[in-house]
Every structure is written in C-alpha cells, then in structure tokens.
C-alpha cells in the first residue's frame, strides 16, 4: 500500500491548507485512514481519522472544529482541511492506512497504521 501526501506549504496564522493523501496502486476505500503530525522536537501525535466507510471521524481535541477529515473514494484521496491555522499547528504531517473490517471504526493509536505516506511540511506564521 503506497500513500502519497501533498498539499503542504507556508500559511499565516488564521489560514487555511488542505492536504491530499493519495494512495496508488489501490483502492483507498479499503481502509481506514488517519492524519498525524510531528513537530521538532516533539512525538508524533494524532491529528484526525476516518472510517471505511467515511462516516465514521476523530479529531485530537487540538484541532476539533477547525479540521475536517473528508474521503473521495472515486479520486482514491483522502482529505485534511485545515482551517483558522495557528502557529503551533507547524509540523510534517503524515496520513496512514489501517486495515479493519469494521467500516465505521477509527483509530487515533499510530501503531494501529500499518501503512505511511511519506510526510508534507506545514509552516504557519504567526
């Protein structure tokens, strides 16, 4: 399972990005899909997550109503929309993929991800 996030870039305090996980090779409607990010000097913490079936989510209490975590299985792409960006949002974020025959479930244990895309810089500016 191949992952490919893009999206990432240099925004100001207040502003909006959205990132891409792609994944080739496969059908991304297979799995469950989550968001994390790692600041420097920081671990690796969970940011959003997404069902199967896409109607399932979770969002670290950090981001929870400025984030949105969306699927377009036709375009095998999952989606982070981040809005009202604050500085301490700064960190690679990385979408990964989860096997799970549930269809609602999520997860925000990284460990549960057996599959990782390789990062995208997120820059906010104060």
């Known amino acids: 399972v191949q992952l490919q996030a893009s999206g990432g870039g240099l925004a100001q305090a207040g502003g909006s990005l959205r990132l891409s996980c792609v994944r080739s090779?496969?059908?991304?409607?297979?799995?469950?899909i989550g968001w994390f990010r790692q600041a420097p000097g920081k671990e690796r913490e969970f940011v959003a997550a997404?069902?199967?079936?896409?109607?399932?989510?979770l969002y670290a209490e950090s981001v929870k109503g400025r984030f949105t975590i969306s699927r377009d299985n036709a375009k095998n792409t999952v989606y982070l929309q981040m809005n009202t960006l604050k500085p301490e949002d700064t960190a690679v974020y990385y979408c990964a993929a989860r096997s799970t025959a549930s269809t609602r479930a999520t997860s925000p244990r990284w460990n549960e991800y057996s599959y990782w895309g390789q990062g995208t810089l997120v820059t906010v500016s104060s």
């Open positions: 090779g496969g059908y991304i409607g297979s799995y469950a």
């Open positions: 997404l069902s199967r079936a896409g109607g399932g989510t």
